[in-house]
């Protein structure tokens, strides 16, 4: 059945703000975002109805950034760093850590906290790692917990029914929240989900890939067939495709520039036939960046 995106899907949308703070992206050739721009970026993104920032304690100088704009009234999603070897108070380190995301931000509390490394919840301080953020939620540090995976399998090994926030990858190649069947199993347990790499870095609106996906160029020769047999832009199937997904809150989104959001908040109300299943993939050299070699 073709899939339309809503007329709402604005608002779903979340600001990525990694590139606030790093060069982050295969498709980003000017660096980091400088402060002016990220002022025009907030400011579209607000003007848009969009009311969510994601960023993190290892973004680099993200946080104080934000903090210096001023993001009062945002709802803000931050994790926190790898757990150090040598921390023995773990219920002391995560309440430092989000006192000082808290103090860099400028805000009284943050709408999640999620664990970037959820594999340390199986480790040896997991135990106290989860009770840590049990404590943050109580103390109303931050109004949702949770972990930020780089797949659903990561769920299998360290899911907890207390924890209210996930954030996961899910794009046109790379389906496996859904065909894992853990986002149904979320939904029904009333979890919040937001999906980050709708545009996978970046990749799947360039024209050209680098040559390390030379052997991937069947996906790259099947997606633009498809855009093109739906007359669609890359950008517009890319986005569309996840909005239609039910069950995902909000879709993390992140530019370099305002008019790069501005052309993202511009996709039109459309309504296509569903990508092709063999444009999924498993394949991790392909959906997960953390993997690529573009050197």
Known sequence: MPWRRSLAATERLALGTVQFGL???????????????????????????????????????????????????????????????????????????VTGSLERLGVDRLHGLLLHRPAELSGEHGIALGAALLEVRQQGLAEKIGV????????????DDRFDLVQAPFNVFDRRLVTSGWLGRLVEQG?????????????????????????????HDAWTAYCAAEDATLLEASLGFVLAQSGIKRVVVGVDTAEQLEEI????????????????????????PSRWDLS
């Not at 930020?148 to 899911?159: F, H, K, M, Q, R």
């Not at 989900?193 to 970046?202: K, P, V």
Request: aromatic share 10%; with cysteine.
């Open 23 to 97: 060069e982050y992206g295969v498709a980003n050739h000017a660096g980091r975002v400088s402060f002016d721009e990220a002022v025009r970026i907030l400011g579209v993104a607000n003007d848009a109805g969009i009311d969510t920032l994601d960023t993190a304690i290892g973004y680099g100088d993200s946080e104080a950034r934000l903090g210096e704009i001023g993001v009062a009234g945002w709802r803000i999603v931050s994790k926190l760093p790898e757990l150090p070897d040598e921390v023995d108070d773990v219920t002391g380190w995560v309440e430092a850590c």
């Open 148 to 159: 930020s995976v780089y797949g659903p399998d990561e769920l299998d090994a360290v899911w």
């Open 191 to 219: 979890v919040e989900i937001h999906t980050r790499s709708a545009f996978l870095q970046g990749l799947l609106l360039m024209k050209d890939w680098p040559t390390y996906f030379d052997r991937f160029a069947g996906w």
């Open 265 to 288: 908040v511009a996709v039109d109300d459309l309504q296509m036939a569903p990508p092709p299943d063999t444009l999924a993939s498993d394949d991790l050299d392909l959906i997960n």
